[in-house]
């Protein structure tokens, strides 16, 4: 993967704040709008595959019942 530089900007309702290469895998440090910290891979941010820790789903569920 070539090398851009995604921190300080916002993904979703997550904000990049570090990157680190675990076993060839770029995984990014983020923080949710809610305050939960996650770390993501890198290009599920980049491609929008990943927008929160996890609020989003949980917010979409409890309005359709």
């Known amino acids: 993967m070539r090398k851009i530089n ?3 900007k ?3 309702r ?3 704040l570090s990157e680190e290469n675990i076993k ?3 995984m990014v440090k983020c923080k ?3 305050g939960n910290i996650i770390k993501v891979l890198k290009h599920n ?3 929008g595959n ?3 820790c996890g609020c989003l789903q949980k917010e979409v ?4 019942c």
């Open 6 to 8: 995604i921190i300080g």
């Open 10 to 12: 916002t993904f979703g």
């Open 14 to 16: 997550l904000l990049a």
């Open 24 to 26: 060839y895998k770029y």
């Open 32 to 34: 949710c709008e809610c």
């Open 45 to 47: 941010l980049i491609r």
């Open 50 to 52: 990943t927008k929160s």
């Open 61 to 64: 569920v409890s309005k359709s």
